[in-house]
Nanobody, 120 residues
Framework: QVQLVESGGGKVQAGGSLRLSCAASGSIRSINFMGWYRQAPGKQRELVAR???????NYADSVKGRFTISRDNAKNAGNLQMSSLKPEDTAVYYCNAEIKAMNNIIRGYWGQGTQVTVSS
């Protein structure tokens, strides 16, 4: 069974930084891509950043230049470094990954979410 676990959320003042981590565990053969989504109250979940197994990244326009996504393929883990945080970044952040299990079944997985709160 595959599981994603996030850590690193919290409260920070505007202009501050936070680092989110996502660790995948279980019967994993490979991870195709990892990404971070967020959902603010009353809003739809949106893609924040995504990284492929080869290291290609893409970001939402609202976070370009402020957030950096990375991954450690050997550890089946990923990170989201968030800097110059703004109150509008406040949301629950979810790790998402497309994983090929040892039985060769490929599917998407979600973490449980971690709250990020940015105060002005």
């Amino acid at each position: 069974q595959v599981q994603l676990v996030e850590s690193g959320g919290g409260k920070v003042q505007a202009g501050g930084s936070l680092r989110l981590s996502c660790a995948a565990s279980g019967s994993i053969r490979s991870i195709n891509f990892m990404g971070w989504y967020r959902q603010a109250p009353g809003k739809q979940r949106e893609l924040v950043a995504r990284i492929t197994s080869g290291g290609t990244t893409n970001y939402a326009d609202s976070v370009k230049g402020r957030f950096t996504i990375s991954r450690d393929n050997a550890k089946n883990a990923g990170n989201l470094q968030m800097s110059s945080l703004k109150p509008e970044d406040t949301a629950v952040y979810y790790c998402n990954a497309e994983i090929k299990a040892m039985n060769n079944i490929i599917r998407g997985y979600w973490g449980q979410g971690t709250q990020v709160t940015v105060s002005s």
